[in-house]
């Protein structure tokens, strides 16, 4: 396994450029809706949440939820990862093998992604687990993500973005990502989550292994 790069924290703040003041009241309106909804869920479960209620709890209109967030499962899923995932891998030198490349940077999302509030990410891969809507429209965000990794392995490669061979390899780690999730939701979110992302890395480099066959 590769560690972690000591010289650059990848998704550290301190490496973020401040924000604007628009910037700031976006993602604050962005995290009130996110905040009702959860508590929401949590109260009367996820088909009973109505975009409605989501607005009054937030403090905003409904018109306002809709331009944020087009449907009601992006509530659950969008968050501001995937630019930051972008830049993230085309940080990385150049003469790093593309394995720990992806490895480095998808580790230190999830760490993230986990860390910053393990309650709501406990949350969010029921919903993924339990809830057909959610599990949908998560697809489509991955496939998102996935072509922002075509992207960064085209560029570190050469190839092109929209070759099979880059599409495939770029895909799989977004599959992996994916049943990592579920699988750690649907198992009680037993263990660490990045423990649970590390494995899913290891069966996409070297296989599932004999014990599993």
């Given at each position: 396994m590769t560690t972690m790069t000591a010289?650059?924290?990848?998704?550290?703040?301190?490496?973020?450029?401040?924000?604007?003041?628009?910037?700031?009241?976006?993602?604050?309106?962005?995290?009130?809706?996110?905040?009702?909804?959860?508590?929401?869920?949590?109260?009367q479960g996820y088909e009973a949440t109505t975009v409605e209620q989501i607005a009054e709890r937030a403090e905003v209109s409904a018109?306002?939820?809709?331009?944020?967030?087009?449907?009601?499962?992006?509530?659950?899923?969008?968050?501001?990862?995937?630019?930051?995932?972008?830049?993230?891998?085309?940080?990385?030198?150049?003469?790093?093998?593309?394995?720990?490349?992806?490895?480095?940077?998808?580790?230190?999302?999830a760490r993230v992604g986990v860390e910053e509030d393990p309650h709501v990410a406990r949350l969010r891969t029921r919903l993924m687990a339990e809830v057909p809507a959610v599990r949908s429209r998560m697809m489509e965000s991955m496939s998102v993500t996935g072509r922002l990794i075509c992207a960064a392995l085209?560029?570190?490669?050469?190839?092109?973005?929209?070759?099979?061979?880059?599409?495939?390899?770029?895909?799989?780690?977004?599959?992996?990502?994916?049943e990592a999730s579920l699988y750690w939701a649907e198992n009680g979110h037993q263990g660490?989550?990045?423990?649970?992302?590390?494995?899913?890395?290891?069966v996409l480099e070297h296989g599932p292994g004999q014990e599993d066959r």
């Open positions: 010289a650059r924290l990848p998704f550290s703040p301190a490496d973020r450029p401040p924000l604007g003041l628009r910037e700031r009241k976006k993602i604050k309106t962005r995290e009130a809706i996110r905040a009702a909804m959860y508590a929401l869920v949590e109260e018109s306002t939820v809709f331009r944020y967030f087009p449907t009601k499962e992006d509530i659950v899923l969008t968050d501001e990862y995937d630019p930051i995932l972008l830049e993230e891998l085309r940080a990385r030198p150049a003469d790093e093998p593309w394995p720990d490349t992806i490895r480095d940077v998808m580790l230190a999302a085209a560029e570190r490669t050469g190839r092109d973005p929209d070759s099979l061979e880059v599409r495939v390899y770029a895909m799989s780690f977004i599959g992996g990502l994916m660490d989550f990045t423990a649970v992302v590390d494995r899913a890395l290891d």
